[in-house]
């Protein structure tokens, strides 16, 4: 706590030198989340050579160095600070109360999806709800909900908390999921993600399919300049759901490729994300 109040104090140009610094330092120290990182991006761009993995890699740490340093910001700081930090742009209007899903993905700039709880009130948006996957420290686990939801923000449960979600569908609410990480084998399928049958949850399909809400689009990447994030929503994905939630759900891994080849050291290598393998294959870890 000490540590994060003395991070979201600093100037926010020192606070990102931190985190490129922490990053690199990572990147050099042999570990299983090193191993897991170069895995994920050997796996993902077989065309790359072991020098081209290896400067990946280390942009990447750098990065979720950046990331993690920022989380100070993102836990802990006022509205002016993820507004300096955070740019809206949406091409949907983000005040009709439409039933919405707007599907997040894994990049660094993940959390920096809590600056439309930030502004809600100011700009007339309704409360930001969403799954939260729970953390083995009770203490960190009510505390992360806790900071992420100051603005107003509802973090569900996603053990068993179906229904409220629904019901947060249906009232209007900011809904975002981010559906491509691996979160075992109950409610998921097998669809490609880099070519590679990737287990990956059918949530969004099926919660569309129920409440006839809107499926958008939301990513949270870095300016071009580095200066700071851009959390971009999409126009509604025409001819979605349909009937089948596997295809979905295979659409919604290709949308993600296609943003993550065009940044690839964002993206959040860390996570085993083909730790689950068809037809009893071996794990890659």
Partial sequence: MVLLRSLVALPYKLLISIGYALGYAASLIPSERNRVVKTNLRLCFPELSATEID????????????????????????????????EVKSEVDLADRQPRILVNMHFVGIEGSIILSALAKEKGWPRTSGFFQRMKNPFFN?????????????????????????????????IIIAPDIDLGLKD???????????????????????????????????KGDGAGYVCTISKPLENFPTDDPQADTARLNLLFEKEIRLRPAEYYWVHKRFKNRPFDELSPY
């Fill in 142 to 174: 009510r505390k992360i909900i806790e900071w992420r939801n100051r603005f107003g923000g509802n973090s569900i449960d996603r053990q068993g908390n179906s229904l409220e979600l629904i019901r947060e569908i249906r009232k209007g609410s900011f």
């Fill in 188 to 222: 998921s399928t097998f669809v490609p993600f880099f070519d590679i049958q990737t287990n990956t949850i059918t949530a969004v399909s099926r919660l569309a399919k129920i409440t006839g809400a809107q499926v958008c689009m939301m990513t949270t990447t870095l």
């Fill in 55 to 86: 400067r990946l890699s280390k942009k990447h740490w750098q990065l979720l160095g950046r990331s993690l340093v920022e989380k100070s910001i993102i836990w802990l700081g006022d509205k002016k600070q993820l507004a300096d930090m955070i």
